[in-house]
């Protein structure tokens, strides 16, 4: 079991930047991907990123390409996501999620989830 914690959101402008965090506690953190994902109102969830649990493979969804990076800190069992360049559309509540096994962008994959962070980005 794996329990995973947000942090890090907030209001910002657009063109700023902000820094979300997910803690684990639990089982060993590190032999888990993790997964960022967001959901705005009246909308789907979508996928952010993704990182493997030695953090060498990452995806990125392309909405957030080239502005948002995904890392990782096994000895602090947290996963960063770094969005900089952000848009109103970035606007919604992100997840983090775990799972054993590849990094995947595919959501239904990832069995544990945190309570989720919200983001808004003013115009």
């Known amino acids: 079991q794996v329990q995973l914690v947000e942090s890090g959101g907030g209001l910002v402008q657009a063109g700023g930047s902000l820094r979300l965090s997910c803690a684990a506690s639990g089982r060993t953190y590190s032999s888990y991907a993790v997964g960022w994902f967001r959901q705005a109102p009246g909308k789907e969830r979508e996928s952010v990123a993704a990182i493997s649990w030695l953090g060498g493979v990452r995806y990125y969804a392309d909405a957030v390409k080239g502005r948002f990076t995904i890392s990782r800190d096994n000895a602090k069992n947290t996963v960063y996501l770094q969005m900089n360049s952000l848009k109103p559309e970035d606007t919604a509540v992100y997840y983090c999620?775990?799972?054993?096994?590849?990094?995947?962008?595919?959501?239904?994959?990832?069995?544990?989830w945190g309570q989720g962070t919200q983001v808004t980005v003013s115009s």
């Open positions: 999620a775990a799972k054993i096994g590849s990094a995947t962008l595919n959501s239904y994959e990832y069995d544990y």
